[in-house]
C-alpha cells in the first residue's frame, strides 16, 4: 500500500469516520419515519404512494453508499439490499408487504451496533 502524501491522512480519515458514526442514529430515525410513513400509506398489501417509498428509497440509497467508506461495511451492505428490494416494489408495485420486516430488522440491528460485521 502507498503511503499517503499527506502525513494527517489517518487521522483526518479517522475524523471523518467519527462524524458519520454521530449520525448514523439519526439517519436510522429518518429511516424509520420514511417507513412509518408508508406503513400509513400503505393499503391491505398495496404499496405506498411512489413519493413516500421514494423518500425511504433515497434514505437506504444514501447509507448504501457512504457506509462503508467510513468503516460501516455491514450497515451500507444491507441498505444496499433492502434498498434493491424496494426498487423492485417500486417497479413492479408488488412485494411491499416484505419490505417492511426487513426495514425494521435493519432498524433493530443498527440501533444495538450499526458497526457490526455480522448482520443478524
Not at 480519515?13 to 458519520?20: D, I, P, R, Y
Request: hydrophobic share 45%.
Amino acid at each position: 500500500m502507498a503511503t499517503p502524501v499527506d502525513p494527517d491522512f489517518r487521522a483526518r480519515l479517522a475524523a471523518l469516520n467519527e462524524k458519520f458514526a454521530v449520525t448514523v442514529p439519526v439517519t436510522m430515525e429518518k429511516i424509520a419515519a420514511a417507513l412509518a410513513a408508508c406503513q400509513t400509506e400503505a393499503e391491505a398489501g398495496a404499496p405506498p404512494a411512489e413519493a413516500t417509498l421514494r423518500q425511504l428509497h433515497e434514505l437506504l440509497h444514501g447509507v448504501a453508499g457512504s457506509a462503508a467508506t467510513f468503516g460501516f461495511a455491514t450497515l451500507g451492505r444491507e441498505a444496499r439490499r433492502i434498498e434493491h428490494t424496494l426498487r423492485e416494489v417500486m417497479a413492479t408495485g408488488t412485494g411491499w408487504d416484505a419490505v417492511v420486516p426487513e426495514v425494521e430488522k435493519y432498524l433493530r440491528w443498527a440501533a444495538c451496533d450499526p458497526h457490526a460485521t455480522i448482520y443478524d
